[in-house]
Structure formats: C-alpha cells, structure tokens
C-alpha cells in the first residue's frame, strides 16, 4: 500500500525566506509523486508533479519539487517566499502508469509567511 | 482554461436525508473521482469512475454512497440516508488518463 508523510503540520517562514514543506512516501515501486495547494475555502490546485521523467520538476509560483528514490522523498522548495504563497500543501502519492487511480494523500502542511 | 465545477456550493441537510452532490467534469477528460475532507483533516479518496463503471473504491465508499454519470457532462455523488459524521468538502476531479487530477472547488455538506 501506497503513503504519504508531510513532516510538519504547520511551517513558518519570512517573506522572502526559503520555503522547504517535506515529503516521504512508501510505495513499492517509484510512484507518481504530486504537490498541491489550497488556498482558503478553495479546491486543490495542482502545483507540480513527478511522472519519472526529470527528477527535479518545476511547477508554478516558482515552486520546485526533487525526486529523491534513495531517500524516498519529493521536498516542495521555493527560493524565495512572498505573502500569497501562506496556503495548505499536500503531498500526494499514485501508482504509476494506471490511469483512474486513487491520490494518496498527506495530512498537509499549512505555510503562514509573515512580513 | 477548462475546469471541473461543482453544484451546489455548500448543502445543509438533516441526518437521514439523502443528498445528492453534482460535478461537471473537464469535458475531454474520462477519468471521474470523488474524495473528501473533514474539517482539519487530509483529503480522502472515494470513488473513481471510468467508462460507465467503478473503477476503485475505499473502504469509506459503502452501500451508503453511489456515483452516476447520467448525461454527457454530469457526474454525481449520491449519499442515500445521512450521517452526521459525512459532514465534509466533497471534491469532484477529473483526469484525462494517468497523471494529474483536475480538482472541483468542492461542495461543504452539513449533516445536522
């Protein structure tokens, strides 16, 4: 069975500060990796993803995500945090390569960035 | 940009009632699925669709619940008699095949 651990409930950092939300997951072969984010009262809007192509993916916002298989980690870095990125994270998990299946996911980090 | 759209926004009804929460999925997209979240918990999946049928279900998808495309473009979540515990947002998704999930904004059911 696939998981998903977000080290981390809530997560503060500076604006303009790093922003590093972790994520390890359990699979039994290299998965599909995801990160998503909720603003509040919205839906989940997808942020990037790993589909085992490049290990370092880029997303939007200017979020990037690496696949680690040694670590079995997909870490959500951002270089620099700006005020409009104070949002839940979640890490999520699928199998690879079968269409319509379940997202797996994390319990979620909240960001706050403070100015 | 092309997105899933959920109807109604925030449902209140009374433990027992049946509810039906409606999606309109990302029209080219064939993959339908619903999941949930309680208030300060994770998203949990429900159900996913392919093709007219169930494809996958969890455990939390009982005889309690059913999903039904009945048309073209709707795609639905039926809970038959409420309880209070399935006070949750409900997230409709789409996909075109493997890969990422297009989310709804979600449907708050409140069961009282």
């Known amino acids: 069975a696939q998981s998903v651990t977000q080290l981390g409930s809530h997560v503060s950092v500076s604006e303009g500060a790093l922003v590093l939300l972790r994520c390890n997951y359990s699979s039994s072969v290299p998965p599909y990796l995801f990160w998503y984010v909720q603003y509040p009262n919205q839906g989940l809007q997808l942020l990037l993803k790993?589909?085992?192509?490049?290990?370092l993916v880029k997303g939007i916002n200017g979020f990037e995500a690496e696949f680690k298989k040694s670590e079995t980690s997909f870490h959500l870095t951002k270089p620099s945090a700006h005020m409009s990125d104070a949002a839940e994270y979640f890490c999520?998990?699928?199998?690879?390569?079968?269409?319509?299946?379940?997202?797996?996911f994390g319990k979620g980090t909240t960001l706050s960035v403070s100015s | 940009e092309p997105e899933v759209t959920q109807t109604p926004s925030h449902q209140v009804t009374q433990m027992g009632q049946e509810v039906i929460l409606r999606c309109v999925p990302i029209?080219?997209?064939?993959?339908f699925y619903w999941y949930r979240q309680i208030l300060g918990q994770k998203v949990e999946f429900l159900v996913s669709?392919?093709?007219?049928?169930?494809?996958?279900k969890s455990e939390i998808f009982d005889d309690q619940f059913s999903v039904e495309r009945p048309d073209g473009s709707n795609f639905t979540l039926k809970i038959r008699s409420t309880k209070l515990e399935d006070s949750a947002m409900y997230f409709c998704?789409?996909?075109?095949?493997?890969?990422?999930?297009?989310f709804g904004p979600g449907t708050r059911l409140t069961v009282t």
């Open positions: 999520a998990v699928s199998a690879p390569d079968q269409a319509g299946t379940a997202l797996i």
């Open positions: 998704a789409s996909s075109v095949s493997q890969g990422e999930q297009y």
């Open positions: 029209s080219n997209h064939l993959y």
């Open positions: 669709f392919y093709n007219n049928e169930i494809s996958e």
């Open positions: 790993y589909t085992s192509a490049a290990t």
